[in-house]
């Protein structure tokens, strides 16, 4: 066996499985993981008999690599990936390149990518999506970093990355430094998002209209025959119809807590530094917080009995109505993650090609769907598009479904039944399309406590003014910024 395309270390569930993606399109990989015995398990196991080079050293893997050599890490991300980036450096030559493959955060992406390039090599941070079975079978993959090393990579990115049917890969360079990881974790974001409309829509299905597993189980498979035909869709409806050996459905004896990796909280973090109101994703990651209160939701539950009132009307109807109200949340929360992206490109300078990230989310990741097609076409349509609301398309889908969604949400709220995201998504909307927000009376409010000053409707922009509120103020004032 000769030597190896590219090096893998971290041999976990996602480690292994794209090792094997990558060996079944024709590479060979050289493969370390710091417990050694995990690769000559590995080796003589699933990988025996395959082009895969098992190494007991960083150094033997980097002796294994052709030129230029590529090593990909996936190893925790934080402390984990510095300390292996500081041990691959004195091994590797120029030009060499190092990837990370972990749910890095895009900061750290764009502090590594400098330190690399000025030790002489390039370096990729690249997001990865879909799970064990994208990893083994065709992952989104979304790279950024030095686009020196983009060549040398997208010969094996694009060829072991999921494909949509008309044969384009769902990988392709998304920009420099921390792009790559910045567009990842919009995407998990917005798969937080996703995740809990859905789970709003199960709780109505259960709690307010009474079906049963089976039936809900039925509705989101027909719903996934619709626009909303989506992965987490589609997994929804075979999660409602698995039975436990019992047979009654195993997804109602799961505690109801929800973990949550970081991702969905770093894009909220981001948002706010950008001023960017991405309102739903916010609501879904506080949501999981919520979620994890239990015993204080047991407790609080008894000081605050309430019964959700029997449904009065056709349940049918209604079932069509959450049906618009879940794809119209959905539109907003797709909104809110592109202008995130939009703003962080500026801040940042990176050239995101909007089309091309739709793309790449059509297949392969966690919020695949036929939905992101209608995106690319979008951003095709007009790349300067500053908000998909205004997009033709998605202005006449959203106008179909709003008076649905306010029936929905009127319905829920006065029976009790929490939904954060597709409530904080109609008010962004309402928001979003008002000419006029009481801010006027806010920025009163700021100058009568602060002397922050204010600008009027009847002069131009850029003009700021004080009131001396009480009479008993002076003419100073405070200087005008925007955090």
Known sequence: MGKADIGLIGLAVMGENLVMNMESKGFTVAVYNRTTSKVDKFV????????????????????????????????KAGAAVDSMIDTLLPLLDDGDIIIDGGNSNYGDTIRRTAYVEEAGKLYIGTGVSGGEEGALNGPSLMPGGSPAAWESVKPIFQKICAHVDSGEPCCDWV????????????????????????????????YLLGLSDDEMSEIFKAWNKTELDSYLIEITGDILAYKDEDGSALVEKILDTAGQKGTGKWTGISALEEGVPLTLIGEAVFARCLSAMKDDRVEAAKAYPREIPAFQGNKEEFIEQMRKALFASKIISYAQGY?????????????????????????????????????????????????LLLDPFFKETIKNCVESWRQVVATATLAGIPIPALSSALSYFDGYTSEKLPANLLQA???????????????????????????????????TYIA
Not at 45 to 58: E, P, V, Y
Not at 445 to 454: I, K, L, P
Not at 455 to 476: A, M, V
Request: aromatic share 10%.
């Open 44 to 75: 003589e196991g699933r990988a025996k008999g395959k082009n895969i080079i098992g190494t007991h050293s960083l150094e033997e893997l980097v002796d294994n690599l052709a030129k230029p050599r590529k090593v990909m890490m996936m190893v």
């Open 175 to 206: 920009g420099e430094n921390g792009a790559g990881h910045f567009v990842k974790m919009v995407h998990n974001g917005i798969e937080y998002g996703d995740m809990e409309l859905i789970c709003e829509c199960y709780q109505m299905m259960r």
């Open 339 to 387: 202008t995130l992206m939009r703003t962080a490109a500026k801040t940042y300078n990176w050239n995101l090609n909007y089309g091309g990230i739709a793309l790449m989310w059509r297949g392969g990741c966690i919020i695949r769907s036929t939905f992101l097609g209608k995106i690319k076409e979008a951003y095709d349509n007009n790349p300067e598009l500053s908000n």
């Open 445 to 479: 409010q700021r100058d009568y406590f602060g002397a922050h000053t204010y600008e009027r409707l009847d002069t131009p922009r850029g003009e700021f003014f004080h009131t001396n509120w009480t009479g008993r103020g002076g003419d100073t004032h405070s200087e």
